[in-house]
């Protein structure tokens, strides 16, 4: 399938090391992709659904100590430590080589290793980049086609002498004990042992998307961030973008899929859907920064997806999906998880493969799935998928949005007053576990950029890289921070959020083009209330002067947490970060 040189030596290479029975090239038709889910489904590795109901789509079900990404396992293996930083686990590339080579060897005898070739972007465009993941499994060979472009074009875009990123994945034993994923960010390479879990198995995402891609995006001058991208549409047919960076657990899916609320569709307002997870982003030759998603599809979380939380990303997952770990509803071959609705199948087959009553089950406090099973759904699904998701020049950003989980420190919406100052929101981005009932905070998770488990490099030569792309971009977004999640006294969320949220994201707009003013605060600016969208919501004007408000004494214990966090970094800490918290410490004392 290819002259390349460099991927014919690997290969050899690897076929030497694993020892698989024999060699298959993905070259992304369907017919071989048919035989291939007929394989899949005569030895159980899938279930085929209800082809009426639910054409296309599949089942798998993953080993009970197998189910989600591995922090504890997952390595970033640079020369030195301090390359990789304080935050990542790191061990010596020829130590961990070692260690690896062992577990991989004879790992594929009597099994078939299956070549992907897959381009992260549309393929050809500039941002796009290549990788060749080697598998034993056909879960991944399925899933990476939902999830990238896989085939012949593929290489013929690598060309003869292109170089790729080297990803190699072995089910092997999935004994936990010795399962590694493991990022090599100076040599290109990605290695996967022991798990057949999507995250940790299906090796453009995560681990390429963002961990080598950040590596990457360091050194070449762009930007691999964990981030949507959605597009606002006004009345007048103009459409603007901007990406959005949530930690887990604070509604980045839903927004990446936004249905307007009613007032706002019926004076034309619509949303686009460009990406819900990653964007690579770099600077256009009018001085703004262009985004793409690097993805195909949506690698989404089950449990908690309906019509009314998500009606969009449900509508995607009606054909062509593969589903992992949820409920298998025997009577009609469908699938459940909580959340869906309020009906568990009677005959449930709950994730781990037992028969029970599920109504019964459930009542008991059991869960039918995993609360980290997926869907794995093709994103041209989605209904609301932009007409510029292939466009291979990626979209024009206007905003970038910060956001997390905040009982009281942060507002609704505050605008950062430049791009430095934006990059210290984004560095300080956190989210806290609330007891919601008695309105009590709980411990305070720092997750920069929402990056914190996805750099591949040490996080403070990662801030620098912000600051440094600042002085790139002639023409640069606006950066914003949003807190859906504020908390009365009684514990209650004073906020609708969901497709309300679009209200605030019409602001951030607006104040992109210079439409509205706002009142400059310590720690940002802040809308002043008549420019939000409010009509229809049942907001007192004491509700909404609250959640603009900034409460100093939650912002001082807030910074004394922050220099606490940076403090692990040392002297690699770009200056900028100490000058804004010497900032804001100084306005807090005004």
Excluded at 15 to 32: H, M, Y
Aim: charged residues 25%; aromatic residues 10%.
């Amino acid at each position: 399938m290819t002259n390349n040189k460099k991927v014919l030596t690997w290969l050899e290479e690897m076929k030497a090391l694993c020892k698989p029975a024999n060699v298959v090239w993905i070259d992304g038709s369907e017919a071989q992709l048919e035989a291939l889910r007929e394989e899949a489904v005569s030895t159980g590795e899938m279930i085929k659904l209800n082809q009426e109901k639910l054409p296309g789509c599949y089942y798998h079900r993953t080993a009970e100590n197998d189910v989600a990404r591995v922090e504890d396992r997952t390595f970033i293996c640079t020369e030195t430590e301090e390359e990789a930083g304080p935050i990542n686990n790191w061990m010596a590339p020829e130590k961990m080589y070692a260690k690896l080579n062992a577990l991989y060897d004879g790992a594929m005898e009597g099994r078939t290793m299956y070549v992907i070739p897959y381009s992260m972007g549309p393929v050809g465009s500039p941002f796009s980049k290549i990788g060749v993941e080697l598998t034993d499994s056909i879960y991944v060979v399925l899933n990476m086609d939902i999830m990238t472009r896989v085939g012949k074009d593929v290489l013929d875009a690598l060309g003869e002498d292109g170089d790729f990123v080297k990803c190699l994945h072995a089910k092997k034993d999935v004994n936990p004990d010795e399962r590694y994923i493991v990022h090599f960010p100076q040599d290109n390479t990605i290695m996967s042992v022991n798990s057949a879990y999507g995250g940790n198995v299906l090796l453009g995402k995560k681990c390429f998307a963002l961990r080598i891609a950040s590596y990457q995006g360091m050194k070449e001058g762009w930007m691999a961030e964990h981030m949507l991208i959605l597009g606002l549409e006004n009345p007048q047919g103009e459409v603007k973008y901007i990406c959005a960076a949530f930690p887990s657990a604070c509604g980045k899916t839903n927004l990446a899929m936004l249905i307007p609320p009613k007032f706002l569709q019926e004076k034309g307002y619509k949303v686009w859907t460009v990406g819900d997870d990653i964007a690579w982003l770099r600077v256009g030759e009018d001085g703004r920064l262009y985004a793409i998603n690097p993805e195909a599809g949506f690698f989404g979380v089950a449990p908690g997806t309906s019509e009314k939380s998500n009606f969009n990303a449900l509508e995607a997952t009606k054909k062509n999906t593969i589903f992992t770990n949820v409920a298998i509803n025997e009577e009609d071959m469908t699938v459940w998880w909580e959340g869906l609705d309020k009906n568990p199948p009677t005959n449930a087959i709950e994730w781990k493969g037992a028969k029970v009553d599920g109504k019964a089950y459930t009542a008991d406090g059991n869960k039918l799935a995993h609360p980290n099973s997926r869907f794995t759904a093709p994103a041209k699904n989605c209904p609301c998928i932009s007409p510029e998701f292939e466009n291979p020049q990626g979209v024009p950003i206007s905003a970038i949005v910060f956001g997390g989980r905040r009982a009281k420190t942060a507002p609704l919406v505050y605008q950062a007053r430049d791009w430095d100052h934006g990059v210290f929101v984004g560095a300080t981005m956190a989210s806290e576990t609330t007891a919601a009932a008695a309105g009590a905070v709980g411990v305070v998770r720092r997750d920069p950029m929402a990056m914190r488990p996805f750099v591949g490099y040490n996080m403070a030569d990662y801030f620098q890289h912000w600051y440094d792309m600042g002085k790139k971009i002639s023409n640069p977004p606006q950066i914003f921070n949003v807190n859906w999640f504020r908390l009365d006294k009684d514990g209650n969320f004073m906020w609708p959020g969901f497709g309300d949220n679009m209200r605030v994201l019409n602001w951030i707009l607006d104040r992109c083009e210079g439409k509205v003013d706002a009142i400059e605060t310590e720690i940002g600016f802040v809308p002043n209330k008549e420019d939000l969208q409010l009509d229809g919501l049942d907001l007192s004007d004491e509700v909404i002067t609250e959640l603009l408000s900034i409460d100093k004494d939650a912002w001082k214990e807030d910074l004394a947490n922050q220099r606490e966090f940076f403090a692990q970094f040392g002297d690699k800490l770009p200056k900028e970060i100490v000058e804004s918290m010497d900032t804001l410490e100084k306005n807090l004392n005004k």
